[in-house]
Every structure is written in C-alpha cells, then in structure tokens.
C-alpha cells in the first residue's frame, strides 16, 4: 500500500512540523492521511516505526535535492556551490535534515535508529560529486563544499549571498609549497 504509507508520512511530517515528537499522536496522523490506524500499524509497526521511517525519508529527499543539483547543466564549481547552497537551505527549513548533518538530535525529534550519520551522509555527498565531477570540474574540492555547507550549518550566521560560496569553492587552491 504505497500509497498510503506515502500519505501517511506527508501527515507525519506535517504533524512534526506543528509541534514535538513526542506530541504527535497516531489517531491524529491516521486521521489526517485518511487511513485507520490499523493501516498506519500495519505499515510501520507502531510510532518508533514511523519516527525511523520519516528520518530515513529525510535523509533520502536531502540525497535526491543533492544530485539535482550535481546534474544541472552549470560547470564543476558551480554545481559544488549548488550542493553546498542546497545542504544549507535543506537544513534550516527541515530539523531532521538538520539533525542527520549534525548530529544533534533534541527531544522533540524522532529517534534516528539506524539512520545514517553526519560522516555517512558527508561521505555520500563527496562520493556523489566526485562520481559527478571531473577532476578539471573541481571534483578534488567536493570534501569542501561538504564542510563549508556544514560550517554554515552547524554554526548559522547570515545566509550566504548568491554566489558568495562559488566564490569560495573557485578559489585557486593552496598546497604546502605555496604558503
């Protein structure tokens, strides 16, 4: 029942989004997808299932928001900074995408379970670039871009201007030799 468990972690992540975890109750979120909570129990076993099963579609959604913008049609550069603008954006709007970067997981989210972590998820991203990337494209700077979109994450200050980060990913880069 694809359908319905679609439907059900819409409702899930909408209730989420109103209010903690630990408020979010199954009868309101059965209700609000349109399916009795039998099916809500058939489909995830009970709350801890659906608190898994909304982390690890965050995780996914923020994957998939990282190859669109590895596969837009700009050069190397500019598609690292479109990686790095999208974990930024990705993880203001949406606290579990937050908490999977970081790490940092407060009371009123789901538990993770065995959802990857800040370094699997890092490693992801930096493998997706450079499969994407040729090395003349910037692939050597994917590791960056990872890291400076974290630096903005896991410390927020203003929101980086368009283009501030390709400017920075741009930049020649400085070996040992050079300094």
Not at 32 to 53: D, H, I, M
């Amino acid at each position: 029942m694809p359908a319905a468990r679609d439907s059900l972690l819409e409702a899930a992540g909408a209730a989420l989004s109103a209010r903690p975890w630990p408020s979010v109750r199954m009868v309101d979120v059965a209700a609000a997808a349109g399916v009795s909570r039998q099916t809500l129990y058939n489909e995830f076993g009970g709350k801890a299932g659906l608190g898994r099963a909304l982390v690890r579609r965050a995780a996914e959604r923020y994957l998939d928001g990282v190859d669109r913008a590895l596969s837009t049609p700009a050069q190397g550069p500019e598609r690292l900074a479109a990686v790095a603008e999208w974990t930024v954006r990705a993880a203001r709007a949406h606290p579990l995408v937050r908490a999977l970067l970081t790490g940092c997981w407060d009371a009123g989210l789901p538990a993770a379970g065995r959802a990857p972590g800040p370094g699997e998820l890092t490693r992801a991203v930096r493998d997706r670039a450079a499969a994407a990337l040729t090395p003349a494209e910037g692939g050597a700077r994917c590791e960056l871009a990872v890291r400076l979109a974290l630096s903005y994450v896991i410390a927020p200050g203003e929101e980086p201007g368009p283009g501030e980060l390709l400017v920075l990913l741009s930049a020649p880069s400085r070996t040992a030799a050079a300094r």
